[in-house]
């Protein structure tokens, strides 16, 4: 006999974090100066002109990260938890739900405030930086996570290695929505608590606009 378990993956940035940690680590390198180069980034990669690959390689070109500035900015993003996120996550793992993390953000940029969020590492699924010596050289451009459409590859990964029966996306953008449509997960939660992106909202079959909304929903 098997018993149902239910896997409910979370994006992170503008959904478990209340910013997204790549242009936050920019902007907290750079400056104000930053955002007008990063809004270009931002538009050519949402009008359909630059692949997420060369998004990520543009903004980190910029960024010029380096280990103390990772470092830094992981400790920032700790508190940067969406208010109510870290509660609904040990409500929904108290009522045997397992939780994971699927991000295109970086792994050493957000590991702390995953760790905090009690997301284990085989659960928190991201991008990961290469290093040369201190500094940040690129991205590991064989993770599915650095391509569009990497979400579903990586979702159905988790819900195998959970033997989940039942697979619920939530997040705020297209990429998580994607991955619903591709298959990957049974429900698609849009989360419009950060940010609500009106493309999202339009297309998915749930849609909640707060935490309370999110977690009312989940109790289904
Ligand atoms: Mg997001």
Redesign the pocket.
Known sequence: MTSARRLVCF?????LLAVESLDFALAEKLGPDARAKLDAITNAGMGGQMSLKASLAARLDLARLTRMDAARIAVALQSRITPGMSELVSSLRAKGDVVAAVSGGFHDLLRLALRDLGIPQALSQTNRFTWDGDMVSGFDAANPLSDNGGKAVVLRDLARTAGATETVMV???IT?LEAFEAGAAQRFIGFGGVIRRNAVAARAPEYAANVSDLSALLAN
Not at 11 to 15: E, K
Request: aromatic content about 0%; overall charge negative.
């Open positions: 994006d992170v940035d503008s959904t997040g705020d953008g998580d």
